[in-house]
């Protein structure tokens, strides 16, 4: 059996906020499935290892802005209705 492909993290650097993540899920995935797969598996808690909590759905793209444990930041690097998924940071100006 093969293991299943690793979701693409890319880093934010310097202006990194910790533990808060952009994830943008793949045009074919159902957003409220997901969205409910979350709940079930990681309800809201901002919890170090395991926490979850969605801060912000997206209109233009399909994801959210959420602030992810350890455990469930790893979680999200095996889903196949995952694209990518981006540190967020503080803007620069």
């Known amino acids: 059996m093969s293991n299943p492909s690793v979701v693409p993290m890319f880093q934010a650097g310097q202006n990194a906020i910790p533990n808060k993540y952009l994830i943008r899920l793949n045009d074919e995935a159902d957003i409220t499935d997901h969205l ?3 709940q079930r598996e990681h309800p809201d808690s901002v919890d170090d290892e395991l926490g979850c909590q ?3 759905k997206y209109t ?3 994801g959210y802005a959420a602030i992810l444990g350890r455990s469930t930041l790893e979680d ?3 889903r196949n209705d ?3 998924i981006t ?3 503080k803007p620069t100006y």
Do not use: G, M, Y
């Open 60 to 62: 233009l793209i399909k």
């Open 76 to 78: 999200f690097t095996r």
């Open 36 to 38: 409910s797969w979350l």
């Open 87 to 89: 540190e967020d940071h």
């Open 54 to 56: 969605v801060v912000h």
């Open 82 to 84: 995952v694209e990518s």
